[in-house]
Every structure is written in C-alpha cells, then in structure tokens.
C-alpha cells in the first residue's frame, strides 16, 4: 500500500517501542534496588548500608554512586518504590541515553550537595532520585514548552505535587536534605542537558542514619 494510509502506524509504533524501553530501564532499576536490599538483608545483614553518604568524611565522598540504591530495610524501600517507578518510567520516555545522563547528574551533584552540607549521619535511600527525576520533569516541560513533556510533568504534578513539602526539615529521622538536593539536580540536569543540545531547545532561533 503506497500513499499516507501506509504511514499512519508508525507513530503509534514508535509509541510503543518508547513505552516498552521506558517499561525495561523502570524495571531493570527496581530489580536493581530490590536485588541489593535482598543481598544485603540476607546475605550481608545490613552491612552494606555502610556505603551510605556520611557527609564531610572524605571516605565516604565516592558513596554518593551508591546511596540512591541503598535502603534501611524493606519498608523503606517499599515506601520508594511507587514513586521511583512512576517518576523513571515518566523520565524514561525520553530515552535510555537521556535517562542515564540525568540519573548520573542527579546522583553526582545531589550526593555532593548532601556530602558537603548536610546534617551528621549515613545518608541513604532512592528519594534522592524519586525527588531528582520529579525536579527533572518540571524544569524540562519549562524549558522545552511542548506537549509531551507538560503533559508529564502535570501527571506527576498530580500524582506526587504534595511530595514537594519533603524538601523541608520536618522529621529528624528523613534525610531531607537528599529531597532537596535531589530536586535541585533534577532541574540542573533538565537545563544542562539542554544546554549541550541533548534536548531541543526552546526556541530553534534562540549521627543518625537518615532515610530518603
């Protein structure tokens, strides 16, 4: 068959091989945590939350590599995961390539940024991506100021926009500073990738253990 009519699946087609990377790279990361809290619980007893972020010691600076992957026990990172899950699949639309360079950007810089400035204590749990990939959606639907990325960032508007008051130092037991500085990675990592032409621009013319 020649003419549009032959053409017409093939957006719905690159919808779909959009949505079933996203689907993979969602549930290779949920394996991912789930399989080192099983690893950790069973066989190391919890030893390995050891590689959380203690933040001014120069031994534990390259653990922000590590923290976002890392949980308490299993009811924090049942509490993670819905988010997580969401906000990836959301972010993973865009691509695996984008998805890992953000991952890594928010990882680096929000770790650091718990690393130099936060509170006495181990530092670890997936808010800091959950909160790092909810900033990423926002900034990018403003930056870019299309319809796929609005539309997502309103979903999780919608779906998590309450999260938001976790960014403040609320309960003494949450690593907040992991939400606050895992947010403002999320928007860094929205305006940087745009800036080295990842994305399309705007304009083509223009002494506790904290959980998060």
């Known amino acids: 068959m020649t003419g549009p009519l032959s053409r017409s699946p093939e957006p719905l ?12 790279i969602t549930a290779a990361l949920l394996a991912l945590m789930w399989g080192q809290e099983l690893t950790d619980q069973l066989v190391f007893g919890g030893r390995l939350d050891a590689y959380g972020i203690v933040p001014r ?9 590590t923290a976002p992957f890392l949980h308490g026990d299993f009811t924090h990172l049942i509490g993670n995961s819905l988010p997580l899950a969401v906000l990836a699949f ?7 390539v984008r998805f890992v360079l953000a991952t890594l950007i928010v990882a680096v810089v929000g770790g650091a940024l718990v690393w130099l400035l936060g509170r006495g ?20 639907a403003w930056h870019e100021r299309r319809t796929g990325p609005v539309i997502a960032a309103v979903v999780a508007l919608l779906l998590y926009g309450g999260a938001l008051w976790g960014v403040l130092p609320r309960d003494p037991r949450i690593s907040w500073e992991s939400h606050l500085f895992g947010f403002a990675a999320g928007l860094l990592a929205a305006r940087w990738l745009s800036a080295t032409g990842r994305l399309p621009p705007r ?3 223009t002494a506790g253990r904290f959980r998060s």
């Open 121 to 140: 204590g181990n530092h670890l749990g997936a808010s800091e991506l959950v909160f790092g990939y909810f900033g990423l959606l926002l900034a990018s």
């Open 203 to 205: 304009r083509p013319a």
């Open 90 to 96: 959301l972010n993973a639309l865009r691509g695996a």
């Open 57 to 65: 010691h120069l031994g534990t600076l390259s653990h922000v590599f």
């Open 13 to 24: 087609d690159s919808a779909r091989r959009r949505a079933r990377v996203a689907g993979l």
